[in-house]
């Protein structure tokens, strides 16, 4: 009956994000990868040189924005989440990742 998954129906979103804080130095990134591969959101995450975090997530809707919440107010242990930004929200018709990456 997995045809009557809800998340089989739901659009598939694809967004950016930039967490900004005390976020590099606390394994955030593996945080997010580890997070969202259970989660079956798709991406990749990575250090910036200006001290944030970088990344782009794909998923059913409801997930991503589960995960939106998550580095928003959350974060890994021993971060300190000042704001997230989100940027090029849309839909797409089909993940453009295989799984979820750290990048350097």
Request: charged letters at 15%; one cysteine or more; hydrophobic letters at 35%.
């Amino acid at each position: 009956m997995a045809t009557d998954d809800p998340l089989c129906h739901e659009p598939l979103v694809s967004v950016e994000f930039e967490v900004f804080g005390k976020v590099q130095g606390v394994y955030f990134p593996k945080y997010v990868r580890d997070i969202c591969q259970q989660l079956n959101i798709c991406g990749w995450v990575k250090n910036s040189k200006s001290g944030t975090i970088l990344g782009k997530m794909q998923g059913s809707q409801a997930l991503v924005s589960q995960m939106s919440q998550w580095l928003t107010s959350v974060g890994s242990p021993g971060s300190e989440i000042h704001h997230c930004e989100f940027t090029n929200w849309e839909t797409v018709t089909r993940q453009q990742y295989q799984g979820f990456a750290i990048r350097f």
